[in-house]
């Protein structure tokens, strides 16, 4: 079984600090790795994608990847109110023709003025 | 450019009737995919098409759900004797080719509601 998990929040970040938010996943056999943003009543936006070891850094995000942990997380430098919304990681697991991405519940995330 | 539609935004049904949804992928992705989102729950995946066939329907939760995509472009989701549990939002994503490392960007959704 497939999992993809993240904390369900809400998670409460004041305006200009650092969001942080996690996710793992339970497969070893796993190639991408993707975090999508979702405003209540719409569909989720991609932010970031990773696929390798490491840290990527698009803006004033971070997306950090350690594979050997199973562990992803996106980090969100200088949070705004309009950064508000909820955070969905996603996995892309390679063969066994698992060509879908496995969506987390995702994390909810405000941002206080 | 124009990113990916879905039509209609909004459906209601009665329990029993048969509903298409339907998709229309960014221009020159050959890759689309069909997920269906309940509330407070991520996006799951359901069926994903390579051009013109369906490569991997795997999370098509049971027979009354079938999906085509006659020309390689645009898709359409049928749904058979709705069921009450097949209310969600339903949303289609497109990608440039396939494999692990392509993007894949999401239309608005269709939120349909049986009743």
């Known amino acids: 079984q497939k999992e993809v998990e993240q904390n369900s929040g809400p998670l409460s970040v004041p305006e200009g600090a650092i969001a942080s938010l996690n996710c793992t996943y339970s497969d070893r056999v796993s190639q991408s790795f993707f975090w999508y943003r979702q405003y209540s009543g719409k569909s989720p936006e991609l932010i970031m994608s990773i696929y390798s070891n490491g840290d990527k850094e698009d803006g004033r995000f971070t997306a950090q990847l350690n594979k050997a942990s199973q562990y992803v997380s996106l980090l969100i430098r200088d949070s705004q109110p309009s950064d508000s919304a909820t955070y969905l990681c996603?996995?892309?697991?390679?063969?066994?023709?698992?060509?879908?991405?496995?969506f987390g519940k995702g994390t909810h995330l405000i941002i206080q003025p | 450019g124009a990113g990916v539609s879905q039509t209609p935004s909004n459906k209601v049904t009665e329990k029993g009737k048969y509903v298409e949804l339907r998709c229309d992928p960014i221009?020159?992705?050959?890759?689309l995919y069909w997920y269906r989102q309940s509330l407070g729950q991520g996006p799951e995946f359901l069926i994903y098409?390579?051009?013109?066939?369906?490569?991997?329907d795997s999370g098509l939760p049971n027979d009354r759900f079938f999906a085509v995509r006659p020309e390689g472009s645009v898709s359409t989701l049928k749904i058979q004797r709705t069921e009450r549990g097949d209310s969600a939002v339903y949303l289609c994503a497109s990608s440039f080719g396939q494999g692990s490392y392509n993007e894949q960007f999401f239309g608005p959704g269709t939120r349909l509601t049986v009743l």
């Open positions: 221009s020159g992705h050959t890759a």
């Open positions: 996603a996995v892309k697991y390679s063969g066994g023709g698992a060509d879908g991405l496995t």
């Open positions: 098409f390579q051009g013109t066939g369906a490569a991997d």
